[in-house]
Every structure is written in C-alpha cells, then in structure tokens.
C-alpha cells in the first residue's frame, strides 16, 4: 500500500521569491508520484509527474519537482512566484502497476503582494 | 479536445432528500473514477469504473450511494437520502492509461 504526506498545511511567501513544498510517500513498490494544483472552486489539473527516468521534472507554470528515492521525497519547486499562484496543491502517488492514486492533504499555497 | 464534463456545479438540498451527480469523460477514456473531497483534503476514491464494469467499489459506501456507467461512457453517481455529512465536492476522472488522471472541476453539494 501506498501513503502520502505533506508536511505543510499553509506556505505563505511574498510575490517574486521562491518556494519549495514538500511530499514525502511511503510504498512497498515502484511509484508514479504527481502533482496537481486546484484553484478555487475548480478540479485538479496536473502540474507535473514522474514517472521513470531523469529524477528533475519540469512541469507547467515554472514548476519542478525532484524525485529522491532514498528519502522518499518528491518536493514542488518554484523560483519566483507570482499572486496567480495562489492555490491549493496536491502531491499523489500510485503504485506503477496499478491504477489506484493516493493524495495528499494538500498545501495552500498564498502569496503575497 | 473537450474535457471531463460534470454537472450540475452546486447543488443544495435538505437532507433526507436524493441527488444525482453525471459525468462525461474525455472521449477515448476507459476508465473513469468517482472521488469525494472533503473541504480541506485530498479527493478519496468512491469508485471506478472499467468500460462498464465497476471494478473497485470498496470504498463506496452501499448503503446510501449508487453509481452506474452505462455503456461504458457517461456515469451517474447517486446518493438516497443525502444526509448533513455528505456535504462535499464531488470530482469525476477519466484516464486512458495509468499514467495520468484527468479531472472536471467537481460538484459541490450542500446538504442543508
């Protein structure tokens, strides 16, 4: 079985500096692990995944992600944030042979003018 | 290439009362998924579906909650009767392979 966990509930950050949130998955097999952002009132739109190969993923508006295998970690990076960044985000994981997804919590991130 | 289409966006009923939740996927997608999110957590499996046949449904709580995908395409999720609990965000996904799940942008249900 799979598990995720993110560490920080709420990330406040001014506009323009960067920001790192953090995910941490436990699983007994090889893993997918995503993440997904959802604005207010919207569903989830996919910002990046990794799924085999270079463990630095870039994905939409900015973002990175790295995949540590070792600490089980795959952390959301972003240089220099904007305000339309403001939003919740979602790390998941799924087991690679399997179709069963697994989220976090989420993180809101705010940013601040 | 349209996306996964839900509706109705909101909803609000008394309790006791049913309401049904449909979802259209991306055209081409086999497998479809119904999730709850609760205000503050990550969308939890309720179902999904393979072509027509739901094959994990363990979490779906059979006493109150029914879903169906007929013909393999659209599918409804039902609850009878709502209770004050089932207050939520109702997310429909579709995928075409394992790799990557496609949301709509959910039906919230206020159960008053």
């Known amino acids: 079985a799979q598990s995720v966990t993110q560490l920080d509930s709420q990330v406040p950050v001014f506009e323009e500096a960067p920001v790192e949130l953090r995910c941490n998955y436990s699983?007994?097999?090889?893993?997918?692990l995503f993440w997904y952002v959802q604005y207010p009132n919207q569903g989830l739109q996919l910002l990046l995944k990794y799924l085999s190969g270079s463990t630095l993923v870039k994905g939409i508006n900015g973002f990175e992600a790295e995949f540590n295998k070792s600490q089980t970690s795959f952390h959301l990076r972003k240089p220099s944030v904007h305000i339309s960044d403001t939003a919740e985000y979602f790390c998941a994981v799924k087991g690679s042979g399997t179709y069963k997804y697994i989220f976090g919590t989420g993180t809101r991130l705010k940013v601040l003018a | 290439e349209a996306g996964v289409v839900q509706s109705p966006r909101y909803k609000i009923i008394e309790k006791k009362q049913p309401v049904a939740f449909w979802c259209n996927p991306i055209s081409g997608h086999n497998t479809l998924y119904w999730y709850l999110q609760n205000l503050g957590q990550g969308p939890e499996l309720l179902i999904r579906y393979e072509n027509e046949e739901a094959v994990d449904d363990s979490q779906l709580p059979k006493d109150r909650f029914s879903a169906e995908r007929l013909k393999g395409v659209d599918s409804t999720l039902k609850i009878q009767p709502a209770e004050l609990g089932d207050s939520a965000v109702y997310l429909c996904?579709?995928?075409?392979?394992?790799?990557?799940?496609?949301f709509g942008e959910g039906s919230r249900l206020t159960v008053l």
């Open positions: 996904a579709s995928s075409y392979d394992t790799r990557e799940l496609f």
């Open positions: 699983s007994s097999v090889s893993v997918y």
